[in-house]
């Protein structure tokens, strides 16, 4: 495996982690303030779809994304009337968007495209594209870092930087805002932000709407800049390996970022090669498929350390004296 | 405790009191929780609410601090008429509460937690700063030391409870509602949480303290308001009153403290206490080498402050919960650990346990009554065909013992969840006591019963010692303790600290041993 | 007493969280440019206006059936299991392991062990996740959830590597061999004048469904261990007091909860593809959550609402083929239908309530 191989594998890397740091960090805001999102999947699927429609129509990639969170968000908001107005169980709330989206975008890309259920290709103004960074290509010559920079730093949409941007400003609203401090509190005790004076529906709501713009724009990313138009399940369980990646980081954005790097990483491995053999031992794609997963189990196991989520996850607030 | 009371306060120019309300009333459904409610508080003092258990007392500090909004009347805060429709209204108006269950996020600091909800901007660094400043000085002010970067879940509930404390006095409250504040408390802590509140009330502040404590109510209040079924019976002067007065008014009749029974001819010990030793989940020390025999034919009761280990004891007994040490049952041991140390293990030797909570262990809320009958023993085989449960058999049983515990309504069908507390509690009694077990393990038998159902509750106790049978009765409530027992053995701190029998000692010297201060000083 | 009787907790919420799954359902077909009537009655009668579309309806419902079941169970303990979907993938691997290896040499033989096999298999994919809930106290919802991935890298894996034919292209196991053929309803109600059913998937496994609705209802209201299940279910504190134990509850409840979801395999892979394929279970253990949650976990509510869904998967691939409404229309139904009945329930039950409050105020 040669030097530029490497960095080609790392720089898919890259690409492929984005759409699950996105979805990552969203959950994260979401379950960071009691309310378990299984349902990633769903709003990042739908938002796919709608961003990638509305760029075809429009020819605008931006209405696109615009589109692609509104679309999010309006599941979102689907998931905080089942679990905050209605106290309803968050994790079928989440099932149930997820089938909504998987069924609801094929229909009515049905009905607008007529293409058995994805959107036309994207071109030109529809899509996001390539960011070259300044002097990429004047540094590329230089061995090594000129490789990292140009190849590796260089060269992805506007979303890829967006997405690792997200990841200090996450981490800093969190531990450094009075919002952080409050969410972080209504997702461990509701009823002590409650009895400080703070809304926790309204606190909850937030952290909802917070995490269905992030899903926004992780859908928005797949169909628009990693891949060009809507295919029906697009997502392919991305959703799913995200909420494995929050819950391998423990909820906390910096290790969100290198989970969601590793099985972005398992991913472009599988992608790339068939089968790995590693001196005599050939590991089969599956392996490399099932990874995120199986390592997910083995955290919540709790053998690597344990994976305690948010006190009050999942349990709807009820006033009680 | 020194009970600093000063009447004279009240009568100074006739200030406009803290508080008032006017005909407040709140139902829940069919149950009015509060019925026309008018209470004075004046500033400056400490103000009792006293009342048994769903007397409403909750209910009325929940409408206070905004968390219910009441059907009807009106709140007066220093005068003004104040609409309080949520807890930030109440902040508001200098309101502050300190719950009952404490309201605090487990792993923040104590800091964080203080400034929570009264932070003063979107950064949060000046906000912990200055909040940090002000910690000191109130400390200062009011001897509230607590480390400003400990994490609520490493300190103790004390220090918890100051904590509270703490927010409330950092939101500037100038009234502060404390709910049941020493159910959790060792007496010592007690002792200093009064302390701290005299200390308070001297600076200014007043103070509404809400407990079924009699003992409270004399010792750390100026004025006190009664409540019993929603009502607000009476509201006196503490220090023209008495206890036997007040327990009067809170039960709506002279209460029989005592039950007829006759002196105990206790018989071979049946339960044998050896060394027992209990480290709870956290490796905490919960039981700390407990020594204790009962006998057949007597209610040995034993009595604490909750939270000292009682409720441990009751679980390991019950097979709940696993511990080190010996317990002898008839002379053969019981298992500690592993197989044969589960609530089965337990019932098949014969022992039979009235939990302390009904609502969480002794009964499915959800189950018909029937079912509930045979929880616990729903593999007997007087219930069973084989795997299968025998429902008609067991539908006649529960009739039956409807009718002998006149539980009301008589209905199998309906949910446990649909019964009264009384009733609720006769059909765990009647489960239990009907298997005619050796040992009865008998944990709050009373807590949150009518009084109608604790004079048959206590009768049906008394009858099973006098059939020869022994008895462990655990209850927080003294009087209760005293009324029942045969022989009194008090915890504190996870150890017997003493031994007595009723006729030879009295409150104080139960209270004392209750307080920690061991028998031989006592 | 209850707020509410128990005939309308029991039929009449279910109803209206229908009806509202239904009607917007219908807008979502006006939405697409659709007739809805006209699409209703496609439905009906392509799902049961023939003894074909019964034979499919039928089909569909008998996985429906086991997959609703299994949820049901494991909910009376308390536990979500999401996990249906790999546990009937792995259940698929034990039949055609049983039917491939094995030469039998009747059908009865074969459908008994294949049974167990695939009971065995999707028993054994659920123990995992338990084991963890009880000892480890990992959250079964995300374990099932990644124990469905891991499902089909292992389904892939042997398909692709050990199962298929020398020289096959398709990612499938070999042909069952004839002798475990399982008589369909074809074979099993044609007369020599008529022929109903014909070429329908329907087939014995149907009836082995509707033995296990019995057996299920038995275990659960009827024997010693369904009264534990259900006890833990409502109060593991309680459950403690009573001496049952959690562990063990928590282990059976998902054994058996993944022993009928791996027994849909019998239906799908050795009645009606006789061989294993990739994408044999469709999700239909996922439309076990919403047939456990229409049903309200009761065996005969999963019986009727396996019938429901089997009718609307039939129906639903009817007007897939006559108009131009997608396959994926049942997809939404049935996603509004897990959220009207589970994640929204509230939503219809508290206004219901306030209802007949009001109405015995009226009366008292």
């Known amino acids: ?321 | 405790m020194a009970a600093h009371r000063e009447p004279g306060r009240q009568d100074t120019a006739a200030p406009a009191p803290a508080i008032e309300l006017r005909g407040i009333s709140k139902a829940f459904g069919p149950v009015q929780a509060n019925k026309d409610i008018s209470i004075r508080v004046m500033p400056g003092t400490i103000h009792g609410i006293i009342g048994e258990n769903g007397a409403g007392k909750s209910t009325l500090m929940s409408i206070l601090y905004g968390f219910y909004k009441a059907d009807k009347g009106e709140i007066f805060i220093s005068g003004k008429q104040t609409q309080i429709p949520d807890s930030q209204a109440a902040i508001a108006a200098g309101i502050g509460m300190v719950f009952q269950h404490f309201k605090l996020v487990q792993n923040f600091t104590v800091l964080e937690n203080i400034v929570l909800g009264a932070e003063d901007g979107v950064m949060l660094t000046p906000s912990l700063a200055k909040a940090r400043k002000v910690l000191v000085e109130l400390e200062q002010e009011y001897g509230l030391n607590v480390d400003p970067d400990a994490r609520i879940e490493d300190i103790g509930v004390g220090k918890q409870q100051r904590v509270e404390i703490l927010k409330a006095l950092y939101r500037q409250a100038e009234i502060l509602i404390l709910d049941e504040p020493t159910g959790v408390l060792t007496p010592a802590e007690a002792d200093q949480l009064f302390r701290i509140l005299h200390r308070l009330r001297d600076e200014g502040k007043t103070i509404i303290l809400i407990t079924h404590k009699l003992r409270e109510i004399m010792n750390a209040t100026d004025t006190v308001s009664v409540m019993r079924r929603g009502e607000m019976t009476a509201t006196v002067s503490t220090s023209e009153t008495s206890p036997e007065q007040l327990a009067e008014l809170m039960v709506g009749r002279k209460v029989l403290l005592r039950v007829d029974k006759a002196p105990a001819e206790p018989g071979a010990p049946i339960l044998e206490i050896e060394k027992l030793g209990v480290v709870d989940e956290k490796g905490v020390e919960r039981l700390k080498g407990i020594d204790l025999t009962v006998r057949a034919g007597e209610i040995l009761g034993i009595a604490g402050v909750a939270g000292n280990g009682q409720s441990e004891l009751l679980e390991v007994l019950g097979g709940m919960r696993e511990a080190r040490g010996n317990i002898r049952l008839n002379g053969a041991p019981l298992s500690l650990s592993g197989r044969g140390c589960d609530g089965q293990a337990r019932r098949q030797r014969h022992i039979a346990h009235v939990p302390e909570d009904r609502q969480r262990e002794g009964l499915i809320m959800d189950f018909h009554a029937w079912e509930n009958v045979a929880f616990g023993y729903h593999r007997d085989d007087i219930y069973c065909n084989g795997v299968f449960t025998d429902n008609a058999t067991l539908r006649r049983d529960t009739e039956a013992k409807m009718k002998r515990f006149d539980v009301r309504p008589p209905d199998p069908w309906l949910a446990a969840k649909n019964f009264s507390g009384g009733n609720q509690q006769k059909i765990v009694v009647a489960r239990e006591i009907e298997r005619n077990p050796d040992l009865l393990l008998v944990g709050q038998p009373t807590r949150g019963v009518d009084i109608g159902a604790i004079e048959f509750i206590h009768k049906q106790i008394v009858a099973l010692r006098d059939q020869g049978k022994a008895i462990l009765l655990v209850s927080v409530e003294l009087e209760e303790i005293c009324a029942l027992s045969d022989r009194i053995a008090v915890m504190f701190d996870g150890q017997i600290m003493g031994e007595r029998l009723p006729g030879e000692t009295d409150e104080k010297e139960l209270g004392l041993l209750m307080a920690g201060v061991s028998g031989e000083a006592a | 007493m209850d707020v509410m009787p128990r005939w309308a907790d029991v039929v009449l919420i279910p109803l209206i969280s229908l009806a509202l799954a239904a009607i917007l359902s219908a807008l979502v077909i006006v939405g697409i440019g659709e007739d809805p009537v006209a699409a209703v009655s496609l439905m009906v009668k392509g799902a049961l206006g023939s003894t074909y579309g019964w034979g499919y309806t039928l089909y569909y419902a008998t996985n429906f059936m086991f997959t609703g079941l299994a949820v049901s169970v494991a909910f009376h303990a308390k536990l979500f299991n999401i996990g249906g979907e790999g546990q009937a993938m792995l259940g698929g691997l034990g039949v055609a392991i049983a039917c491939l290896y094995v030469p039998w040499p009747h059908w009865t033989l074969a459908l008994i062990f294949a049974s167990l096999a695939a009971a065995l298999f999707g028993a054994a994919w659920a123990a995992i996740p338990a084991y963890l809930q009880a000892r480890r106290g990992s959250h079964i919802v995300i374990t099932t959830i990644m124990f469905n991935f891991i499902a089909a890298a292992v389904l892939n894996y042997m398909l692709v590597v050990v199962l298929r034919p020398k020289g096959a292209m398709d990612p499938a196991s070999a042909r069952f061999p004839e002798a475990v053929h399982l008589p369909s309803f074809q074979e099993m109600f044609s007369t020599a004048d008529t022929a109903l059913f014909r070429g329908a998937p329907a087939n014995i496994t149907f009836f082995v469904a509707l033995a296990a609705c019995v057996v299920v209802w038995l275990l659960i209201w009827r024997t010693r261990l369904g009264y534990e299940i259900r006890a833990y279910g409502h109060s593991e504190t309680g459950a403690r007091y009573a001496g049952i134990s959690p562990f063990r509850i928590t282990m059976i409840a998902m054994l058996i909860s993944g022993a009928l979801a791996g027994l849909m395999a019998i239906n799908n892979v050795m009645g009606e593809a006789e061989r294993l394929v990739l994408n044999a279970t469709e999700g239909a253990g996922f439309i076990g959550i919403a047939v456990a949650l229409m049903g309200r976990s009761h065996p005969f509510g999963v019986f009727l609402a396996a019938i429901l869904f089997g009718f609307l998967y039939q129906g639903g691939a009817e007007l897939a083929l006559w108009t131009d409404i997608p396959r994926e229309l049942i997809v939404v139904i049935q996603a509004l239908v897990i959220l009207f009945t589970g994640a929204l329930d509230n939503m219809v039950r508290m206004p219901l309530e306030r209802l007949f409050l009001r109405l015995r105020g009226g009366n008292g």
């Not at chain 1, 703070?198 to 992030?214: D, E, F, K, P």
């Open chain 1, 1 to 321: 495996m040669d030097f530029l191989t490497i960095i080609q594998i790392l720089d898919s890397t890259v690409r492929l982690g984005t759409p699950l740091l996105l979805a990552c960090l969203a959950g994260l805001f979401s379950e960071r303030a009691g309310i378990f999102d299984i349902g990633l999947e769903g709003k990042m699927l739908a938002a796919a779809f709608f961003s990638a429609a509305v760029a075809a129509v429009s020819g605008s990639v931006w209405l696109g994304l615009a589109a692609g969170i509104a679309a999010s968000l309006a599941l979102a908001a689907l998931h905080g009337l089942a679990s905050i107005t209605f106290r309803g169980n968050q994790l079928i709330s989440g099932v149930a968007i997820n089938f909504l989206a998987a069924g609801l975008t094929v229909l009515i890309a049905q009905d607008w495209f007529g293409q058995g259920g994805r959107t036309p290709s994207l071109v030109g103004g529809a899509r996001f594209e390539p960011i070259t960074l300044p002097f990429a290509d004047h540094v590329a010559a230089v061995p090594i870092l000129g490789p990292i920079y140009s190849e590796l730093l260089s060269g992805h949409s506007i979303l890829v930087y967006l997405a690792f941007l997200a990841v200090p400003a996450t981490w800093w609203m969190l531990y450094r805002t009075r919002f952080g401090l409050r969410l972080r509190a209504v997702g461990e005790n509701p009823a002590a932000v409650d009895t400080a004076g703070v809304s926790v529906v309204g606190l909850r709501y937030a952290a909802v709407a917070i995490c269905g713009v992030l899903c926004g724009i992780a859908g928005a990313y797949l169909a628009t800049g990693l891949q060009a138009g809507f295919v029906k399940d697009m997502t392919a369980g991305r959703g799913f390996i995200a909420l494995a990646a929050l819950i391998f980081a423990k909820w906390r954005p910096w290790h969100a970022m290198w989970a969601c790097l590793l099985f972005g990483f398992l991913q472009a491995i599988a992608l790339r090669y068939q089968n790995i053999d590693l001196g005599g031992l050939v590991i089969p794609v599956q392996v490399m498929d099932a990874l995120p997963y199986i390592l997910t189990v083995v955290i919540l196991a709790g053998f690597v350390g344990k994976a305690i989520p948010p006190r009050a996850g999942g349990e709807p607030y009820v006033k009680e004296r």
